[in-house]
Structure formats: structure tokens, C-alpha cells
């Protein structure tokens, strides 16, 4: 319903003036009754575009707005800018579904039990400074842009769990059932998406190393039997543990995948500390120990326990044969490399007539073969009957010269600068023998002793400077930190 305009002009009469009036009041109480609904429906296609705000309230009741025709949508529209836009859209066909042009905001979005949110394939979720925050693939997959943080003992879950993972403040995530990726399905970063790999079949790979903190394990096993772990702060070594209390350890090693007798090699460590080397050539996965070795709080007293020949191509020193070892024969080469065992003797470990000696090729219960070669045991002594002679051994030179007593007793150093004799290993008390300083052919140089050295008042000689000069040191080993010692000087031929 419309009003039509009226002029009213001041050469109009009064009783024109009251008509014109009456007409406009007429109309505006119409259009009040109507709208209000206090008369008949306004059709809505009679209502023309205005020039000012419109304003629809009420002071009671609901208003609605009510597209009756089937499937005919509730269409929002407006003027941005200078451009006619559809700003919503609610679709009657689609059980009116709002269909929004630009973006929504919000304080708070809630969806029903059963709702959700879809975004169109490769559409993205997120903020005002970071619109591709989110983006979720045709096929599902979500990418992240950047980190994924939860508060501290967060958790993340479904309607049914709500703490299906569970991340604490330190790092440590927490599963309440099982981890299931798809068939050939990987795990990785933006850099690298498929860092991890697993195959239908299970298999686990990594596209590079694996790195694992100090002190953390690798749990092995299905009751975690054995762990692998790195301790840097007190062995600083790779620790191969049995996790389980009172258990031994057993390391195999294979070739040929272990197919067949002989292949493997087993190391045994038992509760307790007894170690056992052993292979599996009798029979392939049974293990016969080669080598045993007990430990005890001290080192001398561990034993070392071989089964079948111990053969070495290097001089062995200290060597004590305990048990009966009548009839086994052993060869000892001489320090010359010839088959001749001559200049090597073997005690076995007792003190009396019977001890058995090898001499050359001898067998150990030959004793008569060692006597008759010279060498006989009056009481506790070794006797040798003829010339008896130790090796001199020559020494590395060095700003710190090492010697070892107990691979000889006679040792030569030529002196190619000052130097120090350190103190020697292996000592033994009663040792005796002579070591042989020479000067290089600049001479000039200079020897100071460890302190295991003692000379007469308490004082080191000074050795000749001379170049090519030899002087020799005498000593005796009176205990294992005690070397009592004497130097003759400037030896050589009368002129």
C-alpha cells in the first residue's frame, strides 16, 4: 500500500488543509496496522526499494521470515562497494544450509553432537596472520604449516576416548591402544614426508640414521629381555643389558645366516660375571665354549680357561701352566724366527725336582730331556751348566721413552734429543739386567729417570755428551717401585 504525495499550499483554505491531513493519517494508521499485524498481509513483492534504514522489530512474539514455496531459498544480499553481492545463501533444498560468500566471524562456533565442518578439497584452516595453517586434502591427509603444540599433559581423542594420546610436560607421548597406519604408509615432516615407512608386511624403515638420546633404550624383545642404550655420562660406551632381574646375556654372531655348524660364534655373560666364548661347530645352534674367563675382586686371581691349542706367533710372557699337562706338547719358536725353541724355557708352576720343563720340542713331563740339554734344580735354583744370555731389546726414542720389563731384561735407546727414562711396567722383583744409552751423531744430549730409578746418595748421574758416546745403566729391581741402579760412563776400547 503506498501514499500518494500531496501539496499542501498556504493560499489553500482550511477546510482543504484538514482533508489532506485526514487522507495522510489515514494511510500511515493502514500501513501501521499491517506491518504490525493488525491488519492483512503486506505482499512482500509489493514492498519498492527505499532510500533510508529499515528497521524490523517487535516487542513480542517472533519474527519470521518464511520462504513457503518448495525448495525456494532465503537469499541475503547486499552492496560491496559498488558491486551487488549474494552475501548468504540458505538452502531450502539442502535443509537450509548457510552458504556464506566471505569468511564468518566469530567469538564461538558450536555444531551439534553429530555436525562437523567441511572445508572443499585442499581448503585450508586458519588465522588472520596465517590463512594455510591447515590444509586438508582431497584424500584426507592434513598439512600443518607449522608446529602442533598442546598444553602440558594434554590429550587428544575421540567421542568415545577422550585420551586416546596423552603428551607430558616432558615429551614422553602416551597411547592408550594401538598406533594403525595405512599399508605402505609413512611418517615425516614437511622436509622429509617419509622419514618412516611401514610395509603391509610391517617392516619399519628409516630414510636416514636414527638417533637416539644419551641413557635412553631400545627395548628388545617381547617381555624386554635386552636393551641397547648409549652411556656417555659414566662408561661412556654402548651398553648391551639384560633387562630382566637375575638373567644372563647371550650375544650371537653369524655368517651365512647362521645355515650352517660353524657359522656361529656365541659370547655368554652370566649373572655374576663368568664369560664364555664358544661356536657351534659341533652342531649347528648348539655352542661349545672355547673360552672361559672368571672374574674375581682381584685381577691376578681371575682365571682364563681354554679348550684346545693355544698357538701364537709373538713372544708370550709370564705364562703359567697349572694342572697336569703330561704329554702335551708345545712348541715354542726362538727369538730368531727359526723352529729352534733354544733360548725359550718354561717352568711349570711348583718348586721342586719334578717341575716340568719344555726345552726345544720336549714334551712337558721330558725332565730328563731339559737336564740333559744342561739345565738342572738343585733345591729351588735353576742351574745351567754353560753360557746363559738374555735379548736386548731396543727401545723406542722419544721425548718420554716407555719400556716394558717384562718383554726382557737387557734394553738399548740411541738419544736423538733430551729425554726422560720413564718409569718402567712390569716389574718383578729380583729382575736384573743393564740398559745401553748411546748419543745420536750430534751428541749433547741429555737423560733424566722416572722416579722408580734410585742411584748412590740419592743422586742421578750425568751421562756422557759426547756424540756416539754409549754409557751403560746396571740394575736390579728390588720391589715394584723400587729400581736400584748404577751408570758406567763413556765405555769404549782403550786408544
Do not use: C
Not at 635412553?216 to 652411556?231: E, H, P, Q, R
Not at 655420562?233 to 660353524?262: C, E, K, P, R, Y
Amino acid at each position: 500500500m503506498a501514499t500518494t504525495a500531496q501539496t499542501v499550499n498556504t493560499t489553500d483554505t482550511l477546510e482543504t488543509f484538514r482533508l489532506e491531513f485526514n487522507n495522510i493519517h489515514s494511510d500511515v494508521v493502514s500501513i501501521d496496522n499491517t506491518i504490525s499485524g493488525g491488519g492483512t498481509t503486506l505482499a512482500a513483492d509489493n514492498i519498492t526499494a527505499g532510500d533510508a534504514a529499515v528497521g524490523i522489530s517487535t516487542t513480542l512474539g517472533n519474527i519470521t521470515i518464511d520462504a513457503a514455496a518448495g525448495d525456494a531459498d532465503i537469499i541475503f544480499k547486499g552492496t560491496d562497494g559498488s558491486s551487488d553481492i549474494t552475501a548468504l545463501t540458505l538452502d531450502m533444498s539442502e535443509a537450509g544450509k548457510a552458504i556464506f560468500n566471505g569468511a564468518i566471524t566469530a567469538s564461538t562456533i558450536v555444531l551439534s553432537a553429530d555436525g562437523g565442518v567441511l572445508v572443499p578439497d585442499n581448503g585450508n584452516v586458519g588465522s588472520a596472520s596465517a590463512t594455510t595453517a591447515m590444509q586438508i586434502a582431497s584424500d584426507g591427509i592434513v598439512t600443518f604449516v607449522d608446529d602442533i603444540l598442546i598444553k602440558d599433559a594434554g590429550t587428544i581423542g575421540n567421542a568415545s576416548v577422550a585420551a586416546v594420546l596423552t603428551l607430558a610436560a616432558t615429551g614422553i607421548v602416551s597411547f592408550v591402544d594401538d598406533i594403525i597406519i595405512k599399508d605402505t604408509g609413512t611418517i615425516g615432516s614437511a622436509t622429509a614426508p617419509t622419514a618412516i615407512g611401514i610395509s603391509s608386511a610391517g617392516a619399519i624403515s628409516f630414510l636416514d640414521a636414527v638417533d637416539l638420546l644419551d641413557g635412553k633404550k631400545v627395548i628388545l624383545g617381547t617381555n624386554s629381555d635386552i636393551s641397547l642404550a648409549y652411556d656417555e655420562a659414566t662408561t661412556d660406551s654402548l651398553v648391551v643389558s639384560s633387562d630382566v632381574n637375575d638373567a644372563a646375556l647371550g650375544i650371537v654372531f653369524q655368517a651365512d645366516a647362521g645355515a650352517d655348524a660353524g657359522d656361529e660364534w656365541k659370547m655368554n655373560f652370566a649373572n655374576g660375571g663368568i664369560f664364555t666364548f664358544g661356536n657351534d661347530l659341533p652342531g649347528a645352534g648348539t655352542h661349545t665354549a672355547l673360552m672361559t674367563i672368571t672374574p674375581n675382586a682381584t685381577a691376578a686371581a681371575a682365571t682364563h680357561e681354554l679348550v684346545g691349542t693355544l698357538s701364537s706367533s709373538v713372544s708370550i710372557h709370564s705364562l703359567q701352566v697349572s694342572g697336569d699337562s703330561i704329554n702335551v706338547p708345545i712348541t715354542l719358536d726362538s727369538t730368531d724366527g727359526s723352529a729352534n725353541a733354544g733360548d725359550n724355557l718354561v717352568q711349570e708352576a711348583g718348586n721342586d725336582e719334578n717341575d716340568r720343563f719344555l726345552y726345544e720340542d720336549a714334551l712337558f713331563d721330558s725332565i730328563e730331556t731339559v737336564k740333559s740339554h744342561g739345565v738342572t734344580f738343585p733345591g729351588q735354583r735353576i742351574q745351567v751348566s754353560g753360557g746363559a744370555s738374555a735379548d736386548i731389546i731396543p727401545l723406542n726414542d722419544g721425548v718420554l721413552i716407555e719400556s716394558n720389563f717384562g718383554s726382557g731384561t737387557n734394553f738399548s735407546v740411541t738419544l736423538a734429543g733430551n729425554r726422560t727414562l720413564q718409569n718402567p711396567i712390569g716389574l718383578v722383583p729380583g729382575q736384573s739386567g743393564s740398559i745401553f744409552v748411546t748419543q745420536d751423531g750430534t751428541g749433547s744430549q741429555t737423560l733424566a729417570f722416572g722416579s722408580f730409578f734410585h742411584f748412590a746418595a740419592a743422586t742421578a748421574p750425568t751421562l756422557t755428551t759426547t756424540a756416539a758416546a754409549t754409557d751403560r745403566i746396571d740394575y736390579i729391581v728390588k720391589s715394584t717401585t723400587v729400581i736400584q741402579a748404577v751408570a758406567t760412563l763413556a765405555i769404549a776400547a782403550p786408544s
